[in-house]
């Protein structure tokens, strides 16, 4: 049977963790071949050797890559195309939440800086070179990851994180009408609150769990793997009509008011 993604190749950025490694397997089950990209190189390798031991060798790379910085970005392009042949699909994944980012009078500016510099400008170098890759080969699918946090607020804040997720909306919105017709899609995911380290570390105690899990119509934290679902989605051509949506995997939660309990 052919897979989802059969002859597609995809680069997928914060695929030592979370989303970008369960998406980066399911990219591969479906017949994609895949840069795994990450910052923390070990773990990025830790996903090629799972994807190599589960599907057989040469599907999948580890590189480490920050992608706040443009260079390495555009190396991770190029080996995507030396090695596999072209680029079909962009997972701009990678972000952080950091444990000092809170309200407007007590973020510090580095923290500030350092969140955009990898949650904004990562996915805007992340597009760029992409869509200089999907000219050459006649077009593609670029998935954003963004947050429910981009559309509504919350009263625990995280003020540079929740900015930057707003931004990563309306960039990739406008990136979706401006390329349009070049057959290079762009959309947001707007997960909701995970089970994954990102919030499981900033969430670390009973109490603050709680809190948040009584705002989830579901009444749990989402897994990284419901999320790749629905990246796999966006990224084949079954989504061929849908570009500039904020697509939302989050258990119902920005579309709730009082939820069940
Ligand atoms: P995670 O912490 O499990 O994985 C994030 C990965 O990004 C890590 O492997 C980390 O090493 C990598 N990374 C961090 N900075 C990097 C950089 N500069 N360059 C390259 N890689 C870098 O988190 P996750 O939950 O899988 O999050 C993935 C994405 O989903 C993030 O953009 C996050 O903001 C978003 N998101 C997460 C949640 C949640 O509840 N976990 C909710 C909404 C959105």
Redesign the pocket.
Known sequence: MPGRLSGKVAIV??A?????LETSVLFVKEGAKVICA???EE?AKKTAARIAATYGEGLAIAVK????KEDQIKNVVDLAVEKFGKLSIMFN?????HPEDDNALTTEERIWDLTMG??VK?VWYGCKHAIIAMRKSGGGSIIN?A??VALMGAATPQLAYTASKGAVLAMTRELAIVHARENIRFNSLC?G??R????MDFLNTEEKKTRRLVHVPQGRFGE?IEQAYGVLFLASDESSYVTGTDFRVDGGIASAYVTPE
């Open positions: 950025t914060g030592a963790s979370g989303i970008g990450d910052l923390n773990g890559v920050d992608v706040s994944n990678a972000g952080v939440m990898i949650n990562g990851t947050s429910f997960p609150p995970l994954t380290p990102l919030l990284a």
